[in-house]
C-alpha cells in the first residue's frame, strides 16, 4: 500500500531535549516536506526537500532541522525543543516538486513540548 | 510571497450546494491550484486542482478566473460526512517548491 508513515504519534518531552521525528515514504516520490499545523494557523512549510541531499526552508524553520540522506527518508529534528514548538506535525511526499504535484501526507506526530 | 485568504468557517445543509472561495496573489506562473480537505486528526487529502476556467471531478468542481487571482470550490449536494477544514494551496512565484497552504476554511454541515 502507498502510504508515508510518522513515528512517534504522540510524543512529550521536555525543553532542551534532543528528539527526531521520522518520516518515511514507499512511493519513490522525490519531493517531501514537513508542515506544522497550530489552530488558527493553518498548515505552515517547515522545510523541503526536492531530492536526496537537497534541503530548503519553508515558512517556518527555525528550531528546526532535516536531512535526506535517502530518497524515502526525511528526518524532523528538532536540536533543542521549546514549548512553541508544541504542535502538530506532517510529514508529505509527492511526485514532482511543485505544488501542482499531489501531495500524500502522514498521519501526524503531536508534540507536547514541557 | 504568495498568500492566500479564504473565510475562516463556513455553514450549511445537507443537501446543499457549498461554494467556498481563496484568494490569492502573486502565485507561479504556470502552476495550478489545489484544493486538500482534512478531517480531524488526519492529514489533509487530494480533492482537485486546476489551471484556469472550469475543472469537474467525482467529489467537486473548481472555478478560476481569467485573472487566477481568486478560486471558489464548489461541493454540491453536501452531506454530513463533508464536515471538514478546506485548504487552497498555491505554489509562491519565487519558488514554486515552497508550498502555501491557506489557513483553512472550516465547514459544518448541519441535518
Known amino acids: 500500500e502507498a502510504q508515508v508513515t510518522q513515528n512517534p504519534r504522540y510524543l512529550i518531552t521536555v525543553t532542551g531535549k534532543k528528539l527526531t521525528v521520522t518520516c518515511s515514504q514507499n512511493?519513490?516520490?522525490?519531493?517531501m516536506s514537513w508542515y506544522r499545523q497550530d489552530p488558527g494557523l493553518g498548515l505552515r512549510q517547515i522545510y523541503y526537500?526536492?531530492?536526496?541531499?537537497?534541503?530548503d526552508k519553508g515558512d517556518v524553520p527555525e528550531g528546526y532541522k532535516v536531512s535526506r540522506k535517502e530518497k524515502r527518508n526525511f528526518p524532523l529534528i528538532l536540536e533543542s525543543p521549546s514549548p512553541n514548538q508544541t504542535s502538530l506535525y506532517f510529514c508529505?511526499?509527492?511526485?514532482?516538486?511543485?505544488?501542482?504535484?499531489?501531495?500524500?501526507f502522514g498521519p501526524g506526530t503531536r508534540l507536547t513540548v514541557l | 510571497l504568495a498568500k492566500t485568504t479564504q473565510p475562516i468557517s463556513m455553514d450549511s445543509y445537507e443537501g446543499q450546494e457549498v461554494n467556498i472561495t481563496c484568494s490569492h496573489n502573486?502565485?507561479?506562473?504556470?502552476?495550478?491550484i489545489t484544493w486538500y480537505q482534512q478531517f480531524p486528526s488526519q492529514g489533509p487529502r487530494f480533492i482537485i486542482q486546476?489551471?484556469?476556467t472550469k475543472v469537474t471531478n467525482e467529489v467537486a468542481s473548481l472555478f478560476i478566473p481569467a485573472d487566477r487571482k481568486s478560486s471558489t470550490l464548489s461541493l454540491p449536494r453536501v452531506s454530513l460526512s463533508d464536515t471538514a477544514v478546506y485548504y487552497c494551496?498555491?505554489?509562491?512565484?519565487?519558488?514554486?517548491?515552497?508550498?502555501?497552504f491557506g489557513s483553512g476554511t472550516r465547514l459544518s454541515i448541519r441535518p
Open positions: 526537500s526536492m531530492n536526496v541531499e537537497v534541503t
Open positions: 486546476g489551471y484556469k
Open positions: 512511493m519513490n516520490h522525490e519531493y
Open positions: 494551496l498555491v505554489g509562491d512565484d519565487s519558488s514554486a517548491s515552497k508550498i502555501i
Open positions: 508529505a511526499s509527492s511526485e514532482g516538486g511543485r505544488a501542482t504535484d499531489t501531495q500524500y
Open positions: 502573486n502565485i507561479a506562473t504556470n502552476d495550478y
